[in-house]
């Protein structure tokens, strides 16, 4: 991509401003422990749903997604729109349970509900899983955007990428993070929005688009598709990342942790759902977009994006669009590094190496584990390389522990008598039965492989609960003086995202 003097310009202010207003607002940071893995537990709800959607979407998206959505079409746009109605189950049902327990962590979740050793393998779990597959692969796709525009060698731009995202966020902490949230997330929706006009007007206009595409505008796909069957979308496998991913994972769920009162958690939640449903007009479209105007000049699905960019943006806007895509790479990347440190220093130092740790230490032990996770990311996200595309590798490796989890967190808050082994054998048992599944069906819907693990440990759960069930229900702790009372305006929001995401399967069925 040809760059002019004043692409440069746009995209090194943009991003000195990204720090400079994440560092300010996090300025006080270091007064307490819940200051900077909460952000002192005030933010409020527009703050919260922007910052959920600007940490989700990433170049996983723009380079992964929109690379599905130039092999498979409007399919892939499952992933957002269920994930939509995913978070409405998540505020009305799960985040009143969160909240009220005071927690900091999800793994702290299960040790009150379980025991302290259900907390550690989950915490285990989880911050390997950060390492292995979500900061590595915002690395490599960053870098792997950076590639495709500057012609930067990828080693060198998941490097710049790392130091740049780790610097404001070891300083900063969770404050940085949604402030740097807020702002990215607002260039990036209108910065896919332009991209997808632009593409409108190169492919001749929204009627010549719809009716060229033709079939990759179908959302639902026969049942025995090999990665998204309509069976799984609606009633089967998708529902268990999908409840991981934004109810159950610390990555997502701590910007709702850190909400004032439960109304506004909820009612952020519900601004995030409602950002959900637009998601894909802004990513999948260009890649289909991309699949009928340059196929010929596109070698990897991953590129559709960034060469799409490269095509049809105009001097000066090809540094905005960049920033905004850059943007978006910090973004998720600041918010991943937060949760993994956030996990790491409240549920391993302080539980099992400095129980008797100072907040001072704590947030120390925090920027600490946030620079040490960068590196160890930078290291292997060029292995990424390796596993071909970047969408289904995260998907795919997530089933080693998200059914685990989501059954120990199913059963933990609806089932008063499960006993700590349904958890733990949930989170070990999930891990052989869905990577026996995976190697041994390589055809089946990897959904579906998730649907049957789940359903295993369904069984396990329901078994060890008849055999050995807790004597006495547990009782939850609850945190004092906190604002418990839910939004009266969330279940309707609810309902109207519901509707919302019907009619558009509708539309595009």
Known sequence: MHFELLDYVVFVLFIAFVIGVSLFASRDSESSDENYFLAGRKLTWWLIGFSLIASNIST????????????????IASYEWMAAVTLVIVALFFLP??????????PQFLEYRYNRNARTLMATLIMMAYIIVALATVLYSGALALEAIYGLNIIYGIWLIGILAGGYTVYGGLKAVVWSDLIQGAALLLGGALVMVLGFQAIGGPAEFFEIAGDKLHT??????????????FFGGLWIPNLFYWGLNQFITQRALGARSLAEGQKGIMFAA????????????PGIMAYHLY??????????????????????LRGAMFAALFGAVMSSLDSMLNSASTIFTVDIYKEHINRKATPRQLVTIGRVTTALFVIIGCLWSPIISNFGSVFQYIQKIWGFISPGI????????????????????????????????????????????????????????????????????VTMPEIPGYDHRPSRIAPVLGAIIVALTAVLYIIFW
């Open 406 to 473: 989501v059954a120990a967190f199913v059963f933990g808050m609806f089932s008063k008598r499960t006993p700590p082994a349904g958890a733990i054998g949930s989170m070990l048992l999930g891990i052989p039965i869905y990577g026996a599944l995976l190697f041994g069906l390589p055809k089946v819907a990897f959904l579906h492989h998730m649907l049957i693990t789940f359903a295993c440990l369904c069984v396990w759960n329901v078994a060890i609960t008849m055999i050995a069930p807790l004597k006495q229900p």
């Open 274 to 285: 409602f950002l959900k449903l637009l998601i894909p007009f802004i990513i999948v479209f």
């Open 60 to 75: 996983e998206h723009f380079v992964g997604m929109a690379g599905r959505g130039y092999d498979i079409g409007l399919a």
């Open 220 to 233: 639902v796909k026969p049942w025995n598709d090999p990665e998204m069957p309509w069976v799984a979308v």
């Open 97 to 106: 349970k969160f909240l009220k327990s005071g927690i900091y962590t999800m």
């Open 295 to 316: 196929a010929d000049q596109i070698a990897n699905p991953d590129q559709a994006f960034p060469i799409l960019m490269s095509k049809i943006l105009p001097a000066g």
